[in-house]
């Protein structure tokens, strides 16, 4: 009696067991839809009366609106669920998170080292990289560092970070005094924040108090009574 074609029990049979859903359900980051295999779901949202829903009636109603049933709770019993366009939700999910790594930058502290015998365009080329991490948001930490005999030269010391505190007065701002720790002598510089100047508008638009004098408009004089006639000195006729 002749045989039909042997089933094909090998291992290495990569459709074998397979759910041809299961590699989209790895890459989802939420379960949607008929991914969603609980009897009953719990939901919230707008345009819906929150509450516990059997599963096939939830995702009646998202075909309805024509929009998803996605899984946003997944360890509440039962799950929690919302009716939204999935889409959407994902672009706006990211978007929040880009805006909270923008927000968390975190600033860090830049050091700069001198010597009591820092010369002009060495000063100027390590000022151009304090001016550049201050205004990234980051604080500098400059010290001059004294080798040996150096030490006797703290005066010297003082002078250059003074000078390099001056340099950098538009946008940093010197947290305290030089101080020594050691045979360093440190000085800390935080960002400037960027002062926004206030619009005054055009003078016709402030206030009348707060125009300059010359600016002020001029009130109209009243006009002063004429004199009243003399009494005539001749006799009456």
Do not use: W
């Not at 059997?54 to 709770?73: H, N």
């Not at 390099?164 to 440190?186: C, D, N, S, Y």
């Amino acid at each position: 009696m002749p045989q039909g074609p042997r089933p094909n029990f090998n291992s290495n049979n990569p459709n074998r067991g397979r759910n041809p859903n299961f590699r989209r359900e790895q890459q989802q980051e939420h379960r949607t839809n008929r991914m969603i295999r609980v009897p009953e779901v719990r939901l919230v949202g707008e345009n819906i009366e929150v509450g516990v829903y059997r599963t096939e009636d939830a995702l009646r109603m998202a075909e309805e609106q024509g929009l998803d049933l996605v899984e946003i709770s997944p360890n509440a019993a039962p799950p929690v669920c919302r009716i939204i366009d999935y889409n959407k939700f994902l672009y706006e999910k990211k978007k929040k998170e880009k805006e909270m790594k923008a927000k968390a930058h975190k600033s860090e502290v830049k050091e700069i080292r001198f010597t009591p015998n820092t010369d002009d365009h060495d000063f100027d080329f390590k000022a151009k990289h304090a001016e550049k991490f201050l205004k990234d948001g980051n604080k500098v930490k400059t010290y001059v560092q004294f080798k040996g005999r150096a030490i006797m030269f703290k005066e010297r010391g003082e002078l250059i970070l003074l000078k390099f505190a001056e340099r950098l007065a538009e946008v940093g701002a010197l947290e305290g005094m030089p101080t020594m720790e050691g045979k360093r002598m440190i000085a800390i510089f935080a960002p400037k924040g960027a002062k926004k100047k206030a619009d005054a508008g055009p003078k016709e638009d402030r206030p009348r108090e707060d125009r300059p004098k010359e600016d002020r408009p001029q009130q109209p004089r009243e006009p002063r009574p004429a004199p009243a006639p003399a009494p005539s000195e001749g006799k009456p006729e």
